[in-house]
T-cell receptor
Framework: NAGVMQNPRHLVRRRGQEARLRCSPM?????VYWYRQLPEEGLKFMVY????????ESGMPKERFSAEFPKEGPSILRIQQVVRGDSAAYFC?????????????FGSGTQLSVL | DQQVKQNSPSLSVQEGRISILNCDYT??????FLWYKKYPAEGPTFLIS?????DKNEDGRFTVFLNKSAKHLSLHIVPSQPGDSAVYFC???????????FGQGTRLTINP
């Protein structure tokens, strides 16, 4: 039973390029969460999605950031026109249909570096 | 608005001794509290949790204590081992919102 899979593990982009981060939840899980960890800071909630629905995007920056979780395929976190301040570790987590039920399972993260 | 605070960015403990990590929260309506452990270049992994109806939960070397009147959570690790060196995050479950809110983390170093 594979865990939460994120790819790529490392992503390097130049300022102004687009970054696409992918997350496949654990088998049987239909809820996906994206968190960001800036250098020397804690984990900050970004967005919570179910299949084809954004449930809570209160932590998403208003511009340049978007997320989707299509009916088929992984969840995608998309950052357009990246800036140096976007450099961070982005973690995806998943939970079963009944909800968090006490904990989330996290992937290994994508380290985004913006040059 | 920091709902969960870990005021110690780092902690250093001798191997074999007790490690105590602390966490304070602001909202008395939180009903589930968790500790996650994170190694460099890895995702956070769940360690132990406690419901608000309890004041203690134990799992092997790890014990979590909840003091609701003080809105304070602590994690005790005894005896501490070198493999415990990691960053520890406390988190609360916001049930209605179906999400976790994390503290800033405490970097624990166990010295041989």
């Amino acid at each position: 039973n594979a865990g939460v899979m994120q790819n790529p593990r490392h992503l390097v982009r130049r300022r102004g390029q687009e970054a696409r981060l992918r997350c496949s939840p654990m088998k049987g899980h239909s809820h996906v969460y994206w968190y960001r960890q800036l250098p020397e800071e804690g984990l900050k909630f970004m967005v919570y999605l179910q299949k084809e629905n954004i449930i809570d995007e209160s932590g998403m920056p208003k511009e340049r950031f978007s997320a989707e979780f299509p009916k088929e395929g992984p969840s995608i976190l998309r950052i357009q026109q990246v800036v140096r301040g976007d450099s961070a570790a982005y973690f995806c987590a998943s939970s079963p249909p009944e909800g968090i039920d006490e904990k989330l399972f996290f992937g290994s993260g994508t380290q985004l570096s913006v040059l | 608005d920091q709902q969960v605070k870990q005021n110690s960015p780092s902690l250093s403990v001798q191997e074999g001794r007790i490690s105590i990590l602390n966490c304070d929260y602001t909202n008395s309506m939180f009903d589930y509290f968790l500790w996650y452990k994170k190694y460099p270049a890895e995702g956070p992994t769940f360690l132990i949790s406690i419901s608000s109806i309890k004041d203690k939960n134990e799992d092997g070397r790890f014990t979590v204590f909840l003091n609701k009147s003080a809105k304070h959570l602590s994690l005790h690790i005894v005896p501490s081992q070198p493999g415990d060196s990691a960053v520890y995050f406390c988190a609360v479950v916001i049930q209605g919102a179906q999400k976790l809110v994390f503290g800033q983390g405490t970097r624990l170093t166990i010295n041989p």
